[in-house]
């Protein structure tokens, strides 16, 4: 019985999920971020990556650049955003990270 408790206060304790704040029982992150890359291309495609991560212990997905730009088809870049969901009740946490590419 301590073993699972050990195990329960671990969890509680361990590392950040996708920048999740501790400050409470329960959190929900939204973020946008999001820069241009060069203003003379245009954006006619989009491309999506994503990773995810569960209980801040198993992680899987590639949210990289290149994979978001292999989805879309696109070789010049025009901007990039990332969005960034998740969520932190008590033990339960779940976080996505998503690198969105526009271009041609």
Same mark, same amino acid.
């Given at each position: 019985? =301590?073993? &699972?408790g &050990? &195990? @329960?206060?671990?969890?509680l304790?361990?590392?950040?999920?996708?920048?999740l704040p =501790?400050?409470?029982?329960?959190?929900?992150?939204l973020?946008? %971020?999001g820069? /241009?890359a060069?203003?003379g291309?245009?954006?006619?495609?989009r491309?999506m990556?994503c990773?995810?991560?569960? &209980?801040g212990l198993?992680? $899987?997905?590639d949210?990289?650049?290149a994979a978001? =730009?292999r %989805?879309g088809?696109? /070789?010049n870049?025009?901007s990039m955003s990332?969005e960034? /969901?998740g $969520?932190?009740v *008590? $033990? @339960?946490? *779940?976080a =996505?990270?998503?690198t969105?590419i526009?271009?041609?």
């Amino acid at each position: 019985m =301590k073993g &699972l408790g &050990l &195990l @329960l206060s671990l969890l509680l304790l361990s590392g950040c999920v996708a920048g999740l704040p =501790k400050s409470g029982p329960a959190v929900v992150e939204l973020v946008t %971020q999001g820069e /241009t890359a060069n203003n003379g291309v245009g954006s006619t495609k989009r491309g999506m990556a994503c990773a995810q991560s569960i &209980l801040g212990l198993v992680a $899987f997905g590639d949210a990289s650049v290149a994979a978001a =730009k292999r %989805q879309g088809g696109i /070789t010049n870049v025009s901007s990039m955003s990332r969005e960034i /969901t998740g $969520f932190n009740v *008590y $033990f @339960l946490r *779940y976080a =996505k990270s998503c690198t969105i590419i526009n271009g041609t």
